[in-house]
């Protein structure tokens, strides 16, 4: 009888966990007799083929034994093709081939030739292994330059299993990667288009700059045409660059989620999502069969989420997102586990004013009927309006305008101020959006001009309470952006502008 064990990791939300494979090998049974314990999935019992054809045809051979395989611990599910190394190493130590592994983590899908394929999460398992204390983590090239970013393990890529025995054979002819001390690449602020290139709309990308400054949720309404696409994806690039630590956290998801551009050490821009409106629950928030994976919100997390043609999303699609909105975070409960993605992102939504796009119009006729137009802002509930801070509307851009010469204010400009605005609030030690509601009454008290311009609209628009803060935040930040230490009658002023387009077409 013989004993091996080996390491490998699990991804359960963002974050892998420590998994222990047990190989016992025993003479009473034949190579026909291979028994894997440890709650596998369906992914993970199919490697006894893989092993078994990657062991003989990388030369090793197969003994003509009994094997049992242990995931431990074993009360938690495991999946995916990542194990197969790991099985296969504990195999070769079961034989005698490979030597002690205690310092190692291994994770790889093998093929049946035993080359080693890339897997998901490969960030979160080099986290893991620094926490535990591992120095050593042995993955698919592919994924290397991804783990390289974590400092204190030793990272190593190959590209075969022989390659694998020949490391921990000869460990000192290898040398671990490093991370990528290239420049780093170009960041979402140079490569997003310019505010430069758009004609008119000085109300709509003044309101941007607020959204962006702020980071709060934003609605455009306007007929097709009107430029709430272009304005929506030239956002990205007045936002400030993501911090090391929101690098970290935006790859992990990226990475478990498999989208991961390959080659990728650690994502530089903001993420811009923008989900198709047939998108299912599921793809919107996350989840699916077995092991919840990401979705689109927790993939735009530090980032944007852009939701055009608002309204024809499914309306039960829609209200699951009040949750993440509220509290940037999501949480996934299924029968054997409950994870929680973070899911911090700007809502950027855009929609027509009716079916045909044309209500209001003063150049072209609408066709809806009343019945028609209420149906359609209907599908957005009052207590998702309020959870945007800013509403405004984008008209259609008059002829002259749109054949002008002279050019708008350029992204980098628009973006210092930015920066400066949320330097301000992070030495506060929050984001205007995200004020808990005690230093709302701090940050934000107002003097008596102030205060009667608030109690005014929100008697005559009948504002909800969580509107009413949201108009206080985002003073805060029209304050901020001009430099005021106080929040002021004009900055509620310009706030309760943002506020008014919800009455003016669901009241």
């Known amino acids: 009888m013989a004993l091996f064990k080996t390491r490998s990791a699990a991804v359960y939300g963002i974050d892998a966990h420590l998994i222990d494979v047990e190989v016992d090998m025993y003479s009473s049974g ?101 926490a535990r204390g591992i120095p050593n983590l042995v993955l698919p090239r592919e994924n290397a330059a991804e783990a390289a970013v974590v400092e204190g393990v030793r990272v190593f890529g190959v590209r075969h299993l022989s390659e694998v025995v020949a490391l921990l054979a000869r460990p000192d002819e290898f040398q671990p990667v490093a991370a990528d001390p290239a420049p780093a690449p170009p960041d979402a602020a140079s490569t997003a288009p310019d505010f430069r290139d758009v004609r008119g709309q000085t109300t709509a990308k003044r309101a941007l700059e607020v959204a962006a400054a702020g980071g709060h949720n934003l609605l455009m309404i306007g007929p097709p045409g009107s430029g709430k696409t272009m304005l929506a994806k030239r956002l990205a690039g007045i936002l400030p660059p993501l911090t090391f630590p929101e690098a970290i956290e935006t790859t992990k998801i990226h990475s478990i989620a498999g989208v991961l551009p390959t080659g990728v050490g650690l994502l530089r821009g903001r993420p811009f999502r923008a989900p198709h409106h047939t998108i299912s629950d599921a793809g919107l928030i996350g989840g699916g069969a077995g092991t919840p994976r990401p979705g689109e919100v927790s993939l735009a997390h530090n980032g944007l989420l852009f939701l055009d043609e608002f309204p024809e999303f499914p309306r039960d699609v829609l209200e699951i997102l009040r949750q993440p909105l509220e509290d940037g975070s999501v949480t996934i409960a299924r029968a054997n586990m409950t994870l929680c993605f973070p899911s911090n992102f700007m809502l950027v939504a855009a929609m027509n004013p009716c079916p045909c796009g044309f209500h209001g119009d003063a150049t072209r006729e609408c066709r809806c009927t009343p019945g028609m137009i209420q149906r359609y802002l209907g599908k957005i509930s009052g207590p998702l309006l309020d959870r945007i801070d800013i509403h405004i509307e984008v008209p259609a851009v008059p002829y002259k305008e749109l054949r002008g010469d002279s050019g708008g204010e350029p992204s980098s400009a628009i973006r210092e101020r930015v920066e400066r605005s949320r330097d301000v609030q992070r030495g506060r030690g929050w984001y205007n959006s995200a004020l808990p509601a005690p230093l709302v009454r701090k940050l934000c008290a107002l003097d008596d001009s102030g205060e009667r311009t608030l109690e005014m609209a929100v008697r005559r628009m009948g504002l909800s309470a969580r509107a009413h803060d949201r108009i206080l935040k985002v003073a805060r930040t029209i304050a901020d952006l001009g430099g005021a230490e106080h929040v002021a009658a004009k900055h509620v002023a310009e706030a309760v502008q943002y506020r008014s387009l919800d009455r003016n077409y669901w009241s």
């Not at 190579?31 to 062991?55: N, Q, T």
């Not at 999946?79 to 195999?91: H, K, N, Q, R, Y």
């Open 30 to 130: 034949s190579a026909r007799d291979f028994v894997m314990v440890g709650m596998p999935d369906i992914a993970v019992r199919e490697s006894r083929e893989r092993i078994k054809s990657a062991l003989i045809n990388s030369g090793f051979g197969y003994p003509n034994k009994a094997v049992t395989i242990n995931l431990a611990p074993a009360n938690v599910r495991k999946e995916g093709a990542g194990f197969d190394l790991p099985m296969a190493l504990g195999i070769l130590g079961a034989m005698g081939t490979v030597a002690a592994l205690e310092h190692h983590i291994l994770v790889g899908e093998l093929s049946l030739d035993g080359a080693v394929r890339p897997v998901r999460g490969a960030l979160s398992v080099a986290v893991c292994a620094r």
